[in-house]
């Protein structure tokens, strides 16, 4: 397939080369990327070859704003200005990333997605982490879990939690996150591929989606939803791993963990823990969720001195150490889902 020509113009060959160094490793950037700094080697090129994004340093579009063709423009705004409203602004200094993000919203809104323009497995299996008790270390097992199969495995953790606390663990700014790919999902499924990358974000190897910022919006998302857009992960991206952190304030909970390969529900020794758990147990069973139970692992996470702040993945230590040896006990060993 031929894909559609981006041409990166800056005077700073520094900036351009490095963006495009960016870009081009990233697997399914939908656009074929020429950079330049001169505008000879610019006009030269443009006359020969149709240029579908320009994207163009502020300082740079002044130059040439009269003398190029190109069906799109984007502004690489420098100096904080709107001199041209009329055109998409984002800023320039920023990180690549959140550059790569917004040039993926733009082409989702502004190009005709065909299918096949993204390489896919379709093949990502589920991990769930779901209990009735509170406070048993549930989301740090996650995220270390996943840290760790993203050693080896493309992997997304995903967080279902009515409150997080994710901004101030983590301290990413607010942007996207769950309910605006949900959106997305329905508002243009053909062209979830693309707005997935625009609300996925980075911890070390390990990719994630902020989840919903506020408990009343999760509380009104229908178990439907949730599936839908399970199985579109599922189906049109290509992780190997999707680490699902649950809780009972998501509709359609039991249905998500019958999607599950394996769940895993922490306990603790204390008799209001085991209460819990058989309450939640004997509703499986009454709901005809027998199949869940069957493919439940339960566990009681040891006390660890070592666990870090923030969900910081410490490679070698004492916890990252108990989860390996807990996947391998429990045959998850963290090359398995590899290709």
Not at 6 to 16: G, H, L
Not at 235 to 263: A, N, P
């Amino acid at each position: 397939m031929n894909k559609k020509r981006m041409v990166i113009f800056d005077q700073d060959e520094t900036y351009a080369g490095s963006l495009m160094e960016y870009l081009e490793s990233m697997q399914n950037f939908p656009y074929t990327i020429s950079v330049f700094s001169e505008k000879g080697a610019l006009l030269a090129f443009a006359a020969q070859t149709a240029v579908s994004l320009l994207l163009v340093s502020e300082t740079a579009y002044a130059l040439i704003r009269n003398e190029i063709k190109a069906e799109q423009v984007m502004i690489l705004n420098e100096s904080g200005t709107l001199t041209w409203k009329e055109l998409h602004n984002i800023k320039k200094y920023q990180s690549a990333n959140h550059i790569v993000k917004e040039i993926m919203h733009y082409y989702a809104e502004k190009e005709e997605i065909v299918y096949g323009q993204l390489t896919v497995k379709g093949n990502a299996r589920m991990i769930g982490l779901y209990s009735p008790v509170r406070r048993c270390s549930q989301t740090t097992l996650g995220l270390t879990l996943g840290q760790i199969l993203a050693e080896e495995n493309k992997t997304l953790y995903l967080n279902f939690e009515n409150f997080s606390g994710f901004p101030n663990l983590i301290g990413y700014e607010r942007g996207r996150d769950l309910s605006d790919l949900l959106y997305f999902l329905e508002k243009s499924p053909e062209k979830f591929r693309f707005y997935f990358e625009t609300c996925v974000r980075k911890m070390e190897n390990l990719d994630y989606i902020p989840p919903i910022h506020a408990m009343h919006q999760l509380l009104m998302i229908r178990g439907e939803q949730w599936l839908s857009l399970l199985q579109a992960i599922t189906k049109e991206t290509d992780y190997d791993v999707v680490i699902l952190d649950l809780s009972e304030g998501m509709q359609g909970l039991f249905e998500v963990l019958r999607m599950c390969t394996h769940v895993y529900t922490l306990t603790q020794d204390d008799r209001y823990a085991k209460a819990k758990v058989d309450q939640y147990e004997q509703l499986l069973q009454l709901c005809e969720y027998e199949d869940v139970l069957q493919k439940t692992i339960k566990r009681k996470i040891p006390f660890i001195k070592d666990v870090t702040e923030r969900f910081l993945y410490r490679p070698g230590g004492e916890f990252s150490e108990y989860v390996k040896k807990m996947l391998k006990d429990d045959g998850l060993n963290h090359g398995l889902y590899s290709n």
